[in-house]
């Protein structure tokens, strides 16, 4: 016969008692969403969604007046503002507003064409400003005022006295991924001295001018020329970076040429000369 062993139960968990000045809490519940726990009781959040609206193409309202030839962009936003622009006959005055592909847009009335997407390449020739300012004498918005009657401007930047490719557009959208990830230019530098070898090595390895690093994507001696001529590709936008870097180096800058842009060369364009791109360039640009 088994005898039954004497002394208090065992308590379980409904009869112990707490220990310590430790309250019990009743009826706790995990943290998180609606009160649900996750493994081993640890409390489970929803990672809330980003919520992106998606992007749309079309040209700015004033951007779309100003290259129909009746204004420039900043009279277009006080006509806008004013109540005589309408998309598709609805007034418009929001500041900003996207024209689609197919919208009819009117001024006072009159329908307005948007100009072609144009491109013109320029062979820059030597004391011509590379800027659209008519204070600063001869400039190549002159040199190219017959080329077209669209609103074009220059891409980048050459100095005065600095020769070579230029380009001009209307195409925003090209002009802003150039001035974005930068446009490959092929220079021809000639210097007053020759080039150490160590100093070109410098520039390949990237120079700190004036607190900024200068990369280029190229550096070499011309073939068949003295030391003091040097190739340089560069995708800077800027008008003096050049002459910075070589005399950050101890050397003086006697001629730059932009012999390239990107994929267009100097051929059959002599100096002081245009030309307008055909399709096969245009398209090529998409692969920058």
């Given at each position: 016969?088994?005898?039954?062993?004497?002394?208090?139960?065992k308590a379980?968990?409904?009869?112990?008692?707490?220990?310590g000045?430790?309250?019990?809490?009743?009826?706790?519940?995990?943290?998180?969403?609606?009160?649900?726990?996750?493994?081993?009781?640890?409390?489970?959040?929803?990672?809330p969604?980003?919520?992106?609206e998606p992007?749309?193409?079309?040209?700015?309202?004033?951007?779309?007046?100003?290259n129909?030839?009746?204004?420039?962009?900043?009279?277009?936003?006080?006509?806008?503002?004013?109540?005589?622009?309408?998309?598709?006959?609805?007034?418009?005055?929001?500041?900003?507003?996207?024209?689609?592909?197919?919208d009819?847009?009117?001024?006072?009335?009159?329908?307005?064409?948007?100009?072609?997407?144009?491109?013109?390449l320029?062979n820059?020739p030597?004391a011509?400003a590379?800027?659209?300012?008519?204070?600063?004498?001869?400039?190549v918005?002159d040199?190219?005022?017959?080329?077209?009657?669209a609103?074009?401007?220059?891409?980048?930047?050459?100095?005065?006295?600095?020769?070579g490719?230029?380009l001009?557009?209307?195409?925003?959208r090209?002009?802003?991924?150039?001035?974005?990830?930068?446009l490959?230019?092929?220079f021809?530098?000639?210097?007053n001295k020759?080039?150490?070898?160590?100093?070109?090595l410098?520039?390949?390895?990237?120079q700190?001018?004036?607190?900024?690093?200068?990369?280029v994507?190229?550096?070499?001696?011309?073939a068949?020329?003295?030391?003091?001529?040097?190739?340089?590709?560069?995708?800077?936008?800027?008008?003096?970076?050049?002459r910075?870097?070589?005399?950050h180096?101890?050397?003086?800058?006697?001629k730059?040429?932009?012999?390239a842009?990107?994929?267009?060369?100097?051929?059959?364009?002599?100096?002081?000369?245009?030309?307008?791109?055909n399709?096969?360039?245009?398209?090529?640009?998409?692969?920058?």
């Open positions: 016969m088994v005898k039954k062993k004497s002394g208090s139960p379980t968990s409904a009869t112990r008692k707490p220990t000045d430790r309250p019990v809490q009743k009826n706790r519940k995990p943290l998180g969403q609606g009160g649900q726990g996750g493994k081993g009781g640890r409390p489970t959040f929803t990672k969604q980003k919520v992106t992007k749309r193409d079309g040209t700015r309202l004033n951007k779309f007046i100003a129909s030839g009746v204004c420039s962009r900043r009279e277009a936003d006080t006509y806008i503002a004013s109540g005589l622009v309408t998309v598709n006959n609805k007034v418009v005055n929001t500041m900003g507003y996207l024209v689609q592909a197919g009819e847009v009117k001024f006072d009335g009159r329908r307005l064409q948007q100009e072609p997407p144009t491109y013109v320029l820059k030597k011509v590379s800027t659209t300012s008519e204070s600063k004498g001869l400039t918005m040199l190219i005022a017959n080329a077209t009657n609103r074009v401007a220059p891409v980048g930047r050459l100095g005065r006295n600095a020769t490719l230029f001009f557009t209307n195409d925003d090209l002009m802003n991924k150039l001035h974005k990830k930068g490959p230019r092929l021809h530098v000639e210097l020759n080039l150490k070898n160590e100093d070109l410098k520039i390949r390895e990237g700190s001018v004036d607190g900024r690093t200068v990369i994507e190229e550096v070499s001696y011309v068949n020329a003295a030391k003091k001529e040097v190739g340089l590709r560069i995708k800077n936008m800027g008008s003096s970076i050049i910075e870097l070589f005399e180096l101890g050397y003086q800058v006697v730059v040429d932009c012999v842009l990107a994929h267009l060369t100097k051929k059959d364009l002599p100096r002081g000369r245009y030309r307008h791109l399709d096969d360039e245009i398209s090529l640009f998409s692969m920058l």
